[in-house]
Structures are given as C-alpha cells and as structure tokens.
C-alpha cells in the first residue's frame, strides 16, 4: 500500500505528537539544562536508572562545545581514567599512548545523544530556560521555558514552566541557570567558596580536569551544576578540548541527583 501524502494531515500529526510529549514531561524527575557532554552524560544514566528525564537546549542542535572540538578541529581528546564513560556508548578511540585517547568529535556527540534518546531520556531542542520555579522554602522546583529563538528576537512572550525534582545546571562556560539564580532570587547563596559565582579561570587542563567531578555539587537547593559550570561557578579553570572532565563530571551529576530523588 502507497501513503496517501496529505500536507494537512502532517501538521496533524506533528502538533498532536508533540503535545502528547510535552505534555508528559510537564512534571519530571530530573530537568537538565545544556545538552553538552556534561549534560547528555547525566540525562542517559539517570534515565538509564529509569527516572524521568528531559534535556532542554537552547540550540537546533545537541552536542553544545563538543562538536567543534579543538580550534574547529573536530577531534576531542580524552584522558586513562574518563574513557569508559564514552565507550559505553559506542565512541571509538584511537590509542596515543601515555594515558591519551583521541576520538572523532562527530562519533561523540552523535553517540552520546543517540544512547541518552534510547535509555529514555528526551531531548527538547530550541527551548531555551530563561529562568527558575521557586517553592516557599525558595528552593528550586523547576524551569521557566522559552523558545531559543524567541530569545534571539528578544520578544516579549510569557514563557511556560516545568516542574521538576532536581534541576541540573549543565549549561558550559556561562552557568545560566546559576547566573538567573544569584540574579533574582534574594539572598541566594551557592555552595562556592564565596556564596556567589566566582567565574571561570584561565586554563589550566590538569587542575581543571582534577577539580571538576569534586565541584559537580548540589549547589543550590534543588539544583546541581555539572560540566564546565562546575569549574566556572567555583571559579577553577578551563580546561580546553580535553572532554575526559565533561564525562566524569555529569557521570558524578547522575550520582548526586540519585541522591537527592531518594530523599
Ligand atoms: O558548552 P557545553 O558543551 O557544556 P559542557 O557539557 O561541556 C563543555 C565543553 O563543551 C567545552 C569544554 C571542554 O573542555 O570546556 O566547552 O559543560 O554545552 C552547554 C549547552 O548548554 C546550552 C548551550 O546551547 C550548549 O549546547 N545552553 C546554555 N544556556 C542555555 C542552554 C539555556 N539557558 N537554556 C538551554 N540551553
């Protein structure tokens, strides 16, 4: 049998399939911001554990840094002791020797997604959070959504809010949900050295590499920072297109979040 193409019956079929999955994702276990590698790690284990998890990401595309690799060159670099977590997910390394493993940017970011979709976690792209739900206790319990591109325009359309058990802030160098957080909720205070956002120091790929996973914290109440955000916001460094701390750092977010949602 021949489809019958009819135009009106696809716009049929792309509102209704959307809205039945918006929709379902309106109240979540787990929302996380950036789909980088940071942030896609963290989306595929906790969904992998089986909680209900949704990536929002601001642009038409998944992979945030990961796909431009160095400078454009697209090859990421990953160190000994980071290299299982992509390989779970089918990423292919060459060997460099001394502990250095190199990868196609390409494979890496595809996989990363494409494992998270599987183990159930969805990704929702061109939404942008452009700011945070608060309960009483001024604890984080959800995002304020917004479509990427109504931002770029900067039209002033309401938004619309998910709610959500733990927030993960996996959004890179400019930590954006912790930027909202200490913008506009009074008093906030984050689990830094100075209570504030210190911001990202210049490399330094060994320390920042080291510190990253220690720093994946609960950072305000109801939000862990993951990624690159994890350095900046505690003010540690970058660390460039060595994605081994990216890995580690949302492996590390999946572990506190399944922390938190057992509480
Ligand atoms: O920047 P990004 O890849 O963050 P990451 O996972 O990885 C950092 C590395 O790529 C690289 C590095 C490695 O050594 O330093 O920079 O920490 O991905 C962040 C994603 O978040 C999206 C952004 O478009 C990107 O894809 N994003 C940022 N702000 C928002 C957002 C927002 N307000 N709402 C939705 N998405």
């Keep these: 049998m021949s489809t019958n193409i009819d135009e009106t019956r696809i716009t049929r ?31 595929r284990l906790l969904a992998a554990e089986g909680h209900k998890v949704a990536v929002f990401e601001r642009e038409l595309h998944v992979g945030g840094g990961m796909w431009g690799g160095g400078m454009l060159f697209p ?10 977590i992509p390989e779970a997910v089918g990423v292919t390394f060459e060997d460099a020797g001394d502990g250095y493993y190199v990868a196609d940017s390409v494979e890496a970011v595809s996989k990363c997604a494409s494992v998270a979709i599987d183990a159930g976690a969805r990704i929702w792209i061109g939404m942008a959070v452009e700011d945070v739900m608060i309960d009483e206790q001024q604890r984080v319990c959800g995002v304020v959504l917004n479509w990427g591109a109504v931002q770029q325009a900067q039209l002033h359309v309401d938004p619309l809010a998910i709610r959500a058990q733990v927030v993960i802030d996996a959004t890179g160098h400019d930590c954006e949900v912790l930027r909202i957080i200490e913008r506009k909720i009074v008093g906030a205070r984050l689990e830094t050295p100075t209570g504030r956002i210190v911001g990202e120091r210049s490399m330094h790929a060994a320390s920042a590499e080291a510190t990253i996973a220690e720093l994946t914290v609960e950072v305000y109440p109801g939000v862990i920072v993951t990624g690159m955000a994890a350095n900046a916001v505690s003010g540690a460094p970058r660390m460039g297109p060595i994605f081994g701390g990216m890995f580690l750092s949302g492996q590390r977010a999946a572990q506190v979040a399944e922390q938190m949602l057992g509480q």
């Design 13 to 43: 079929l792309i509102v209704s399939s959307f809205a039945q999955d918006f929709l379902a994702d309106v109240e979540l276990d787990v929302a996380v911001v950036g789909a980088g590698p940071a942030g896609l790690t963290a989306a």
């Design 75 to 84: 090859r990421i670099v990953v160190q000994e002791e980071a290299k299982a």
